[in-house]
């Protein structure tokens, strides 16, 4: 059974950092490209970043470029999300979702964790 | 403002069929397939359509989808309570080198 658990979330500054990790099992990692989701209170879903199976390529949505750094660990099967200068927009769910291939690319993302909730707030 | 666009609410009774559109553009749904998600509140999103029509092992074949151009459906045929949360439709944009979505439809079983 594929079971993505995401972790790291928490109530943060702004300007602050926080470091979000989401441990994967059920499948052969590497073989899949994984992404971050999120959901503003209120609002409807945003993709957030995705990286390839090897972790050789990453995608970034504008709004996180040059803020939001995506990772992987093929080795512990865990992906992880670096958040700098966080704002009060970036107070959201985070999902972490699999992708069905090894590409991010127009690959549907066909399991999807619990997430963990980031308050970016004074 | 979301990329693609979809109705914000939608709503059927029991038995009934109920559709939700999603309208893009050449640079997303004109180019790429489209996948449809379920999302209860508090929940984990399911995906319920992927490539445009086809379904995960475990959906029902009372949901299916469909693309025309840059717009896309999915239609849901006798409409069970279970069914009430929001749908969102998405596809990989060329420009923007990255996921869109739809802002969800929050479907009501009456």
Known sequence: EVQLLESGGNLVQPGGSLRLSCAASGFTFKTNAVNWVRQAPGKGLEWVSGITGSGGTTYYADSVKGRFTISRDNSKNTLYLQMNSLRAGDTAVYYCAKSRLVVVEAAALDFWGQGTLVTVSS | ?110
Do not use: M
């Not at chain 2, 939608?10 to 379920?38: D, E, F, K, L, M």
């Not at chain 2, 490539?51 to 469909?66: A, C, I, L």
């Open chain 2, 1 to 110: 403002q979301s990329v693609l666009t979809q109705p914000p609410s939608a709503s059927g009774t029991p038995g009934q069929r109920v559709t939700i559109s999603c309208s893009g553009s050449g640079s997303n749904i004109g180019s790429n397939t489209v996948n449809w998600y379920q999302h209860l509140p508090g929940t984990a999103p399911k995906l319920l359509i992927y490539n445009n029509n086809q379904r995960p092992s475990g959906v029902p074949d009372r949901f299916s989808g469909s693309k025309s151009g840059t717009s896309a459906s999915l239609a849901i045929s006798g409409l069970q309570s279970e069914d009430e949360a929001d749908f969102y439709c998405a596809a990989w944009d060329d420009s923007l080198n990255g996921w869109v979505f739809g802002g969800g439809t929050k479907l009501t079983v009456l």
